[in-house]
């Protein structure tokens, strides 16, 4: 079982739907908790972290919910450049630094 | 910005050749990672790197080698490489080992 579950897609709306995508995650000892993005044939970049009390960024809402080990991300009136793909992410910290594990992605498609 | 380069974009190699893949950082970021991602598999990671000659096995560290002589550069070696290393690599750094910044990847065809 991957340490990092997510539904890979491809989820395809029209612009301006809302879409929810979700995560979850095995290894209780997780301390921090990401949502990254990433465009075709490029790198990872980091689109917000998530705290336990659900954070919002503009059209874009996080939430966590530690005791189900479940990690969502909300996107609200969808547009074109949302199009990518979404990796859900948890973070360890250990020994003298930490790391990430990802999930493998969902992929988000929006069309006119 | 901090700014992870990634020395090839592109690289073709034949099977059995000793690559080197190589990343640098300009933030004096004590941690390092390198990653490969392959479709339906995500990011896996390899090696990762918390101080200069230190290193710790990721999850399939098989096949792979890293050094770290500088802060700034860490870099994966394949020994011997094979067709089943044909992927996407990619070079993190962080101040933390949480907030990660990305080089743009290296994507490696073994022939």
């Known amino acids: 079982r991957k340490e990092v579950?997510?539904?890979?897609?491809?989820?395809n709306v029209p612009e301006g739907a809302t879409v929810a995508f979700n995560c979850t995650y095995s290894n209780s000892a997780s301390q921090s908790f990401f949502w990254y993005r990433q465009d075709c044939r490029k790198e990872p970049k980091l689109l917000m972290s998530v705290y336990s009390s659900g954070n919002e960024d503009g059209r874009f809402t996080a939430q966590l919910n530690r005791a189900s080990q479940y990690i969502s991300l909300l996107i609200r009136d969808s547009k074109l450049s949302d199009s990518a793909t979404y990796l859900c992410v948890v973070g360890r910290i250990y020994n003298q630094g930490g790391k990430l594990i990802f999930g493998q992605g969902t992929e988000l498609s929006v069309k006119p | 910005d901090v700014k992870v380069t990634q020395s090839s974009r592109y690289l073709v190699k034949r099977t059995g050749e000793k690559v080197f893949l190589e990343c640098v950082q300009d933030m004096d970021h004590e941690n390092m990672f390198w990653y490969r991602q392959d479709p339906g598999l995500g990011l896996r990671l390899i090696?990762?790197?918390?101080?200069?000659?230190?290193?710790?096995?990721?999850?399939?560290?098989?096949?792979?080698s890293v050094s770290r002589e500088k802060k700034e550069r860490?870099?994966?070696?394949?020994e011997s490489a094979s067709t089943n290393q044909t992927s996407?690599?990619?070079c993190a750094s962080s101040l933390t080992g949480l907030g990660y910044t990305f080089g743009s990847g290296t994507r490696l065809t073994v022939v």
Request: net charge negative; glycine share 10%.
């Open chain 1, 5 to 11: 579950e997510q539904d890979p897609g491809p989820f």
């Open chain 2, 47 to 64: 090696y990762f790197s918390y101080d200069v000659k230190m290193k710790e096995k990721g999850d399939i560290p098989e096949g792979y």
């Open chain 2, 74 to 78: 860490f870099s994966l070696i394949l």
């Open chain 2, 88 to 90: 996407m690599y990619l």
